[in-house]
């Protein structure tokens, strides 16, 4: 069964940091790139940042919001991908989602990423 | 960055009936659109790739269609387990992947 766990959300005071897991199986997890998603309490989805494969230099890409803040990276030998959150604010609050990014190529050096894979989420409140 | 809007913000619709939902984006993003389902309490799910391609599993009665700027996933006859939330996302133009604020499909 493919399957996404995400765990280390919690209560986090503002500044403090808070890294994030997700651990995959039931699939190559190498072979995909990894992404993650939050969502504010009573609000919508939130792409947060990917990071490609290794085939794709692993390179990573962040929203505006979190850039400089919010690092991902992975694991692949553990099949773990990571979000390590610095300088948190009481606008990070919100649950966070793991999910497996679908690469999607449209033209010859062109592509995006849907998320066909998603964990069950894990709750981070930032607050004092 | 592409803003995704989407309309109505709720929609009141009767089991058996169709549903249809709308999704614009700001620029064109040609067909590299997804759609997803999230119920309460749960993770969402994907529906619908390439604006028109169904996600494994999913059943016929969800369709996409649209290019360019307008877009419309159309729910043939609402299932008691269709009402939920819908979003729409782009994958053209990116960083950022930006979705829309959603669609709630309530009972009538």
């Known amino acids: 069964e493919v399957q996404l766990v995400e765990s280390g959300g919690g209560l986090v005071q503002p500044g403090r940091s808070r890294r994030l897991s997700c651990i995959a199986s039931?699939?190559?997890?190498?072979?995909?790139?990894m992404t993650w998603v939050r969502q504010a309490p009573g609000k919508g989805l939130e792409w947060v940042g990917v990071?490609?494969?290794?085939?794709?230099?692993?390179?990573?890409e962040y929203a505006a919001a979190v850039k400089g803040r919010f690092t991902i990276s992975r694991d692949d030998s553990k099949s773990i991908a990571y979000l390590q959150m610095n300088s948190l604010k009481t606008a990070d609050t919100a649950v966070y989602y793991c999910?497996?990014?679908?690469?999607?190529?449209?033209?010859?050096?062109?592509?995006?990423?849907?998320?066909?894979?998603w964990g069950q989420g894990t709750m981070v409140t930032v607050s004092s | 960055e592409i803003v995704m809007t989407q309309s109505p913000a709720t929609l009141s619709v009767s089991p058996g009936e169709r549903a249809t939902l709308s999704c614009r984006a700001s620029?064109?993003?040609?067909?590299?659109l997804a759609w997803y389902q999230q119920k309460p309490g749960q993770a969402p799910r994907l529906l619908v790739y390439?604006?028109?391609t169904r996600a494994t599993g999913i059943p016929a009665r969800f369709s996409g269609s649209g290019s360019g700027t307008e877009f419309t996933l159309t729910i043939s006859s609402l299932q008691s387990e269709d009402f939920a939330l819908y979003y729409c996302?782009?994958?053209?133009?990116?960083?950022?992947?930006?979705f829309g604020g959603g669609t709630k499909v309530e009972i009538k």
């Open positions: 999910s497996r990014a679908h690469l999607l190529w449209f033209g010859e050096i062109y592509y995006g990423y849907a998320f066909d894979v």
């Open positions: 039931g699939f190559a997890f190498g072979d995909y790139a």
């Open positions: 990071i490609r494969t290794k085939a794709y230099g692993g390179k990573t």
């Open positions: 620029q064109s993003v040609s067909t590299n």
């Open positions: 390439g604006a028109s």
């Open positions: 996302q782009q994958y053209y133009n990116w960083p950022p992947l930006t």
